[in-house]
């Protein structure tokens, strides 16, 4: 089945600019969608389609890819955006949807 | 407003059964494939099974296929999981979540139903 890799945690420092990445073969090739999910709440989808925005998601939220690796960039990070962070594909070959592992993203 | 509500989660022991609902609102419901996805505690998401908006196109992960039904009453703006065998790894709160028509997304989310499963 197909796999995808981001790193268990992230942190930086309010004001700064995280980057969270998410790995996979043939990433390139397909959408790759990023959601945040705060403790006790449902995910909220903050990036769909590698790079567009839901209505309602600040701009300080963009996707970006390059080669076999997405990126989530938050930029001037609050202590509002700590949260867990999951990108999301659909892999055509098994016909499933496929979740990361998640990260955890901690303003210091 | 889009609106979802899942609802029929417990207790309930190991082998036993459970039947989520998840009831629709604020949008047309028979045009959009609906997911279940699921997150055990501490865990990260996972996403379990698809159906297309007229249910002739359905997906089930590996780790529920063969136990776990998916099923939508669009008369009734409703989605199902029937869930059978359930074993202790099962244990999760369910989420239904609504399938974006362009890109494939995830684009709303109900707020979950907690199964626990006894061994």
């Known amino acids: 089945s197909y796999v995808v890799t981001q790193p268990p945690s992230v942190s930086v420092a309010p004001g700064l600019t995280a980057r969270i990445t998410c790995g996979g073969d043939n990433i390139g090739r397909i959408g790759v969608h990023w959601y945040q999910q705060k403790p006790g709440q449902a995910p909220v989808l903050v990036v769909y389609g590698d790079s567009a925005r839901p209505s309602g998601i600040p701009e300080r939220f963009s996707g970006s890819k390059s080669g076999n690796t997405a990126t989530l960039t938050i930029t001037s990070v609050d202590a509002g955006d700590e949260a867990d962070y999951y990108c999301h594909m659909w892999d055509g070959m098994s016909e499933h949807h496929v979740l990361g592992g998640g990260t955890k993203l901690t303003v210091l | 407003e889009v609106q979802l509500v899942e609802s029929g989660g417990g207790l309930v022991q190991s082998g036993g059964s459970l039947r989520l609902s998840c009831e629709a609102s604020g949008f047309r419901f028979s045009s959009f494939p609906m997911d279940w996805v699921r997150q055990a505690p501490g865990k990260g998401l996972e996403w379990i099974s698809y159906?297309?908006?007229?249910?002739?196109?359905?997906y089930y992960a590996d780790s529920v296929k063969g136990r776990f039904t998916i099923s939508r009453d669009n008369a009734k703006n409703s989605l199902y999981l029937q869930m059978n065998s359930l074993r202790a790894e099962d244990s999760a709160v369910y989420y239904c979540?609504?399938?974006?028509?362009?890109?494939?997304?995830?684009?709303?989310w109900g707020q979950g139903t907690l199964v626990t499963v006894s061994s």
């Open positions: 159906v297309n908006s007229d249910s002739k196109t359905i």
């Open positions: 979540a609504r399938d974006g028509l362009v890109a494939g997304n995830f684009d709303f």
